[in-house]
């Protein structure tokens, strides 16, 4: 059972779907688990419809979001800010939190890529969270994009990029816009895993934010709360060592898992390992209560 909700962050209203585990009924209150998007991405990409209806399966309430400036979200297009996103998943706890099917003190989030990186930052600032799930996520943004533009030539291009967008914005008040490949590279035979309503093109205030986003900084602090890390090896997109230097930091309980045979869309793809592994976490971590 799926219910088309509105979220309002900020004074602006997000668009989400809560999916509820078969067989609910009315009075029965469940964990849940925020499920958020990549770049630029929303609530209809692949890696976020197929883990959010697997949480479900495994009795999860499931919310999937548009955050601000995406889908079909309020916010003006493409302005994607990273500590925006971590505003509008935590204006997604507060708005599960008040639910009467939702156990308010177990709210779990997951998210894939730019996804990943805000939920550990999430967790990492907000003690409502109960346990985190980051796939293909990344740590440090300067480090990360120094990853997906790795020759001397393409460094400079970008940090080109950047300065140039400051100088134009100080002069003439407005943001210039770049592609999304100029930002975060994807390589051809992935870009399929976009969705077709994903956003093309951005302000150089989008890239800027993603520089300076640092998760690294605050992952230490989730514990004792669970995290899981998962990223493919190796990932076409975003670096497999921004997940293990997360990991690094990070204190107990959390895992890292490293999956051969996957690329960077991992959780659209219904790999059996990589749901088992999921599954398996969930049911040591933030399993659901006894009948």
Known sequence: MQERVSIVSEGLKLSAVMEFPPGHQPGQKHP?????????ANKDAGN???????YAQWGYISLRVDMRSCGESEGTPGHVIAMDQVRDVQS?????SQRPEVLSDRIALSGTSFGGAVVIYTAGIDPRVAAVISAGGWGHGERKLKGQHPTPEGWEKFTRMLQ???EHKAKTGTSKMVHRFDIVPIPPHLRAGLPPTAVM????????SIFDFRPDEVVEKIAPRPI???HAAPDSVTPTSESIEMFKRAKPPSELHLFNGVEHFMLSENNARVNATLQAWLGNYFALPSA
């Open 228 to 230: 899981l890390f998962l």
């Open 164 to 166: 140039e967008g400051r």
């Open 201 to 208: 093109e951005f302000p150089v205030d989008t890239a800027q």
């Open 32 to 40: 849940a688990i925020v499920v958020v998007h990549g770049f630029g």
């Open 92 to 96: 997604a706890i507060t708005y599960l």
């Open 48 to 54: 976020v419809t197929v883990p959010a209806s697997l």
